[in-house]
């Protein structure tokens, strides 16, 4: 009995250990953002895009693409749904497609921006670390020696 109890403690603590990693963390919080940003992204998609595209192309309505498996002519994908008919909705797709595609394109230009932030303060950090000194001139021999010495090694003499 105690094999069995120490293999669910070893177990639980096993399981403790994987959830909370940093890892583990990290991609729940992206999968909740993405889940959200997905709704903004749909959005944009079907209130802006969608009805751009439809007025560039002289009304053209996507989400009513569709055939219908039946053989009959419905004048909307709702009617013919709502008599039962199975349909092939490919004005679905095709907005599907779209909202992916754009999708990949503001996840690309923020992944980009945010690379671009990040080079910048990394330079930045770069120079300010090449502008502190990391050594300092012996008053009595004048050779460079570091910084943080207490005596010359050229000339031993005990420094301030």
């Not at 603590?13 to 959200?36: P, Q, R, S």
């Not at 980009?112 to 303060?121: A, G």
Request: aromatic share 8%; glycine share 6%; charged share 25%.
């Amino acid at each position: 009995m105690d094999k069995k109890l120490e293999k669910s403690k070893k177990f639980v603590d096993e399981f403790k250990e994987f959830i909370t990693k940093g890892n583990v963390m990290d991609m729940a919080v992206g999968v909740i953002i993405g889940g959200a940003f997905q709704n903004i992204i749909n959005s944009l998609v079907n209130d802006v895009i969608m009805p751009l595209i439809s007025a560039i192309t002289g009304g053209i309505d996507f989400s009513n693409w569709f055939v219908a498996l039946d053989g009959k002519e419905y004048a909307t994908l709702a009617a013919a749904q709502e008599s039962g008919a199975a349909t092939l909705n490919y004005g679905t797709f095709i907005t599907v497609v779209i909202n992916f595609l754009l999708m990949a394109l503001v996840i690309f230009c923020l992944v980009k921006t945010l690379e671009k932030v990040r080079t910048s303060v990394k330079k930045t950090e770069e120079v300010e670390e090449a502008q502190d000194p990391t050594e300092k001139e012996c008053p009595y021999c004048k050779s460079m020696i570091a910084i943080d010495a207490t005596r010359c090694p050229h000339c031993t003499s005990q420094l301030d």
